[in-house]
């Protein structure tokens, strides 16, 4: 069956530069997690869906970032005039209970890399 | 808050011998811990768990990982190394944080299987 799938996978955006990055999730699964993995760094908290609702968006780096899951599938990761240091791996993750990281494994797509120049 | 530590950046291990990836773990209350690997350009794949019960762990690909209470350790282990598990590893923990179930990663560590 098909995972979980990103696109675009690379980015490149000149700085200032607003970019959407897209997540298509397992069908049926619940909860969809937001990850931003730095250079040689663990994938590091942004934000979590169950369904539509968006639960938690305490790790979102500034008011730059918004994401929206608007019918509780697809999500898209939108940044606005983007920064150097936003230049990451943004990972999507969904899992299919509602208590997606207390004892159920994530599911993890490829990621976008986004280089910002 | 909850913290992961990987402190080995890099493993080293000849093919067929055994090996152990490094974890420790800070959490208020009941850790759920687990491991993942990541291969170049992939994303994150589950290798196995821990959640409560018996303290060793099996996964997937022969690897299993001890949970030591006392150690607040969770190292991962595979008896005999084969080349394709060279990756990149990353050890996580959850616990319950505000509505969210995130799960808070290591900085990984990058297994090189000699052959």
């Known amino acids: 069956g098909a995972g979980v799938s990103q696109s675009p996978r690379y980015k490149v955006a000149k700085r200032g530069q607003d970019v959407a990055l897209r997540c298509d999730p397992i069908s049926g699964h619940v909860s969809l997690f937001w990850y931003q993995q730095a250079l040689g760094q663990g994938p590091e908290f942004l934000t979590y869906f169950q369904n539509e609702a968006q639960l938690d968006k305490s790790g979102l780096p500034s008011d730059r970032f918004f994401a929206e899951r608007p019918e509780g599938s697809v999500s898209t990761l939108k940044i606005q005039r983007t920064q150097q240091e936003d230049s990451a791996v943004y990972l999507c993750?969904?899992?299919?209970?509602?208590?997606?990281?207390?004892?159920?494994?994530?599911?993890f797509g490829p990621g976008t890399r986004l280089t910002v120049l | 808050a909850q913290s992961v530590a990987q402190p080995e950046d890099q493993v080293n291990v000849a093919e067929g011998n055994p090996l152990t990836v490094k974890c420790t773990y800070s959490v208020s209350g009941n850790p759920y811990l687990f491991w993942y690997v990541q291969y170049p350009n992939r994303g994150l794949q589950f290798l196995l768990k821990?959640?409560?019960?018996?303290?060793l762990v099996k996964g997937s690909y022969g690897f299993e990982a001890e949970f030591n209470k006392s150690q607040t350790s969770f190292h991962l282990k595979k008896p005999s190394a084969l080349v394709s598990d060279s990756a990149l590893y990353f050890c996580?923990?959850?616990?319950?944080?505000?509505?969210?179930?995130?799960?808070?990663f290591g900085s990984g560590t990058q297994l090189t299987v000699l052959p």
């Open positions: 821990y959640i409560t019960g018996d303290n």
């Open positions: 993750a969904s899992s299919p209970r509602t208590s997606g990281g207390l004892g159920n494994e994530q599911f």
């Open positions: 996580a923990v959850s616990a319950l944080s505000g509505s969210a179930r995130q799960l808070t």
